[in-house]
DNA sequence: ATCGAAATGAAATTTCTTTTCATTTGATGG
DNA sequence: CCATCAAATGAAAAGAAATTTCATTTCGAT
């Protein structure tokens, strides 16, 4: 455990919900200023395997979360400002743990809402 | 209408799940070898902003396939050889042009199931 | 056929991510 | 407390995916 992991660890442990690889360096560089971006790809990349953070694919850069228990959430992606907000309801059956198809065996879901967001509805 | 697209819209109607751009440059070229890749990128951001393609970010490059009536679906992501199946079952609640969260208005969504495919767990 | 706007393709560029490699770090045992 | 050495780091370079630029071509309406 190193200090630059121990910084991109603290900064995504604070993260709500989908922060890119360069938000979250910019801000563990605040604590820890020599930290590289590639630092911060290694760790997000070894939290991922570990099960401690998920990685989310959208339009734009991969973005990552931490992966709390009971923190389970959905994203509502704006399609036109691309703002990303949580949506705490899970709407979709359990599945993990079940087969389907061609006997494949779920482990994990992702659901992204598409639409418009409240400002982009209704601009200032 | 140009021939490139014709020949972009032929092969991506043929696509019944997820193929790359690549993917369908390669074979579109086949009816039209000197289609570019960079049309083949244009022609789908068209289809797309007319709802006739779908996107999907996944894992590696961005995927389409073609958003035909009564053919929605999702898709089964093995985590460890990359591959794609749909799953034509819907398992989610209708969600399009309700409201959530912050007013948030929803107008599509897309499913990813993420596991093990028949393959990967039963090696040949 | 002719014209003009829209579309095309090649090359260059940008964005995001990974690899390479010399240097630094930190856990471990003396 | 310090020496050791594998693991981790960061800078630079490389690589993949996607986009922009721009001179040329194509389509379709005269």
Redesign the pocket.
């Known amino acids: 455990?190193?200090?630059?992991?121990r910084a991109v660890i603290q900064v995504l442990s604070a993260v709500q919900c989908a922060y890119?690889?360069?938000e979250i360096h910019r801000r563990a560089r605040r604590r820890?200023p020599?930290?590289?971006?590639?630092?911060v790809?290694?760790?997000l990349?070894l939290l991922v395997q570990q099960g401690l953070a998920r990685r989310l694919d959208l339009p734009?850069?991969?973005r990552y979360e931490p992966t709390e228990e009971g923190r389970h959430h959905h994203h509502l992606v704006c399609l036109s400002c691309g703002s990303i907000e949580p949506l705490q309801r899970c709407l979709i059956e359990p599945v993990e743990g079940a087969t389907f198809g061609r006997r494949f065996r779920v482990t994990g879901h992702r659901l992204e809402l598409f639409g418009y967001c409240h400002e982009c509805i209704a601009p200032a």
Chains 1, 2 share one sequence.
């Open positions: 455990m190193t200090a630059s992991r890119s690889a360069e820890h020599r930290l590289g971006l590639v630092t790809y290694r760790t990349e734009g850069p991969t």
